[in-house]
């Protein structure tokens, strides 16, 4: 019997729509993410090496039988594999249906016949440099793995393999993405409690991490996953003018608050003199734009964004510009120390004139200056939206968005603050 070779071995979220258009210079360069979990093999030498090794003898499974696998396809001109549902992927995994695609390639929700149970395989583009940083990728997660013990709201991963030139990585299955929940909910905020419960478990995740000394740089919505997709409806009293008959009088409210953390392609370890762009747009942190260098701080500030934006249901930076999203930083925080400013990069100076934020002589457009006049300060922005709590939270929030990140809270800091220090996780 003629027999295939298979080397063994989550899911990143899309871009999203936005009110104001998410531009693709303002997303950071293409990098595979895939999720914390388990440690899974040993990956180190093609970190080190910077290229795959063809010779993998050691990692192959043999018996698959080519009967048993779907007819050979070319790949489609960008490298993403070609399937069919009901496809077996190698002899273990059937193909259930497509949960999305990316720069990095495509997930895939599988049948895994081994464990009877259904996975999210990440299926990654058959290109030199998405499978480079896949392996790095891999690295990552293992060197996490080896300190996870399931409780610091790490994505598990299952396996991986090599797969007719593509990197797959095999991970559990979980909801959705806080984006996507909310996307459905017509971008209705969270209740208070939920915000409290979802922010002390992405800052565990944050505090973990950053006690490993690795910083993810990419935190947003799209990469926070419910682990249950289950809801309720309940009243949203804010349309409480509107019949209950009327569909738009319920939101949804999870049933569970647990939360697991994905795509760790953009984590980085500390290290001197990091000064490229990371984030995506809507989380960047005013030091990153300035060009002052980045650090731990900076997935505080994005925690910090991402906060606001359960409270209220919409990105808190809708922008897609350098000074634009500066003007907003100080619209909705105050103005930005001179210690700050002066200490901008070459890049960066165009933003700066005679010691302050070249705004609003600078802004592109008149939409633009609309765009920044019609935010509100944060305190009122909180208040407008949040009944109970909103001392606590917009204290603890002027401490994660501090324009310095020398003085931003840690997020050891932020787990004891009183917002979320008397948490109790509905699970």
Same mark, same amino acid.
């Given at each position: 019997?003629?027999?295939?070779?298979?080397?063994?071995?989550?899911?990143?979220?899309?871009?999203?729509?936005?009110?104001?258009?998410?531009?693709?210079?303002?997303?950071?360069?293409?990098?595979?993410?895939?999720?914390?979990?388990?440690?899974?093999?040993?990956?180190?030498?093609?970190?080190?090496?910077?290229?795959?090794?063809?010779?993998?003898?050691?990692?192959?499974?043999?018996?698959?039988?080519?009967?048993?696998?779907?007819?050979?396809?070319?790949?489609?001109?960008?490298?993403?594999?070609?399937?069919?549902?009901?496809?077996?992927?190698?002899?273990?995994?059937?193909?259930?249906?497509? &949960?999305? @695609?990316?720069?990095?390639? /495509?997930? *895939?929700?599988?049948? $895994?016949?081994?464990?009877?149970?259904? #996975?999210? =395989?990440?299926?990654?583009?058959?290109?030199?440099?998405?499978?480079?940083?896949? &392996?790095? @990728?891999?690295?990552?997660? /293992?060197? *996490?793995?080896?300190? $996870?013990?399931?409780?610091?709201?790490? #994505?598990? =991963?299952?396996?991986?393999?090599?797969?007719?030139?593509?990197?797959?990585?095999?991970?559990?299955?979980?909801?959705?993405?806080?984006?996507?929940?909310?996307?459905?909910?017509?971008?209705?905020?969270?209740?208070?409690?939920?915000?409290?419960?979802?922010?002390?478990?992405?800052?565990?995740?944050?505090?973990?991490?950053?006690?490993?000394?690795?910083?993810?740089?990419?935190?947003?919505?799209?990469?926070?996953?419910?682990?249950?997709?289950?809801?309720?409806?309940?009243?949203?009293?804010?349309?409480?003018?509107?019949?209950?008959?009327?569909?738009?009088?319920?939101?949804?409210?999870?049933?569970?608050?647990?939360?697991?953390?994905?795509?760790?392609?953009?984590?980085?370890?500390?290290?001197?003199?990091?000064?490229?762009?990371?984030?995506?747009?809507?989380?960047?942190?005013?030091?990153?734009?300035?060009?002052?260098?980045?650090?731990?701080?900076?997935?505080?500030?994005?925690?910090?964004?991402?906060?606001?934006?359960?409270?209220?249901?919409?990105?808190?930076?809708?922008?897609?510009?350098?000074?634009?999203?500066?003007?907003?930083?100080?619209?909705?925080?105050?103005?930005?120390?001179?210690?700050?400013?002066?200490?901008?990069?070459?890049?960066?100076?165009?933003?700066?004139?005679?010691?302050?934020?070249?705004?609003?002589?600078?802004?592109?457009?008149?939409?633009?200056?609309?765009?920044?006049?019609?935010?509100?300060?944060?305190?009122?922005?909180?208040?407008?939206?949040?009944?109970?709590?909103?001392?606590?939270?917009?204290?603890?929030?002027?401490?994660?968005?501090?324009?310095?990140?020398?003085?931003?809270?840690?997020?050891?800091?932020?787990?004891?603050?009183?917002?979320?220090?008397?948490?109790?996780?509905?699970?």
């Amino acid at each position: 019997m003629e027999l295939e070779h298979v080397t063994v071995f989550p899911i990143t979220h899309l871009d999203r729509p936005r009110k104001r258009a998410r531009f693709a210079w303002d997303v950071p360069q293409a990098q595979v993410g895939i999720f914390c979990g388990q440690e899974v093999g040993n990956v180190a030498s093609y970190a080190s090496s910077g290229a795959i090794s063809d010779h993998t003898s050691s990692l192959f499974v043999k018996g698959v039988a080519r009967n048993g696998s779907p007819p050979w396809r070319e790949d489609d001109k960008d490298g993403h594999y070609m399937f069919a549902l009901g496809d077996n992927l190698t002899s273990r995994y059937k193909i259930h249906s497509k &949960m999305g @695609e990316g720069t990095f390639g /495509q997930v *895939l929700e599988c049948w $895994d016949r081994e464990r009877k149970e259904m #996975v999210a =395989i990440k299926i990654v583009r058959g290109i030199k440099k998405y499978r480079e940083a896949a &392996m790095i @990728e891999i690295e990552v997660l /293992q060197n *996490l793995g080896k300190h $996870d013990k399931g409780s610091n709201r790490c #994505v598990q =991963i299952r396996n991986w393999f090599d797969y007719r030139n593509h990197i797959c990585i095999v991970f559990e299955k979980l909801g959705p993405s806080l984006y996507d929940f909310l996307r459905k909910n017509n971008y209705r905020s969270f209740p208070i409690d939920l915000v409290r419960e979802i922010g002390r478990q992405l800052l565990e995740c944050v505090a973990f991490m950053h006690d490993l000394r690795m910083i993810h740089t990419d935190l947003k919505p799209e990469n926070i996953l419910l682990v249950s997709s289950d809801y309720v409806k309940v009243p949203d009293y804010k349309n409480s003018s509107r019949s209950p008959k009327d569909i738009s009088y319920y939101k949804r409210v999870p049933k569970s608050s647990a939360i697991k953390v994905i795509d760790f392609g953009s984590t980085t370890y500390e290290r001197q003199d990091q000064n490229y762009i990371v984030s995506t747009r809507h989380y960047r942190a005013p030091e990153v734009i300035l060009g002052l260098g980045w650090s731990y701080p900076c997935d505080i500030w994005s925690a910090g964004c991402i906060l606001v934006e359960l409270c209220t249901g919409e990105a808190l930076f809708q922008t897609h510009e350098n000074l634009e999203h500066l003007a907003m930083m100080e619209r909705v925080l105050g103005p930005m120390p001179q210690h700050i400013l002066k200490r901008v990069d070459r890049h960066a100076g165009k933003y700066v004139r005679r010691g302050r934020l070249d705004w609003p002589e600078g802004a592109a457009s008149r939409e633009s200056m609309k765009a920044v006049l019609k935010l509100p300060r944060l305190q009122n922005l909180v208040m407008q939206h949040v009944d109970q709590s909103a001392g606590d939270l917009i204290h603890l929030l002027q401490g994660l968005l501090r324009y310095d990140p020398l003085d931003r809270l840690t997020a050891r800091e932020a787990l004891r603050h009183p917002f979320l220090a008397k948490v109790q996780h509905r699970r």
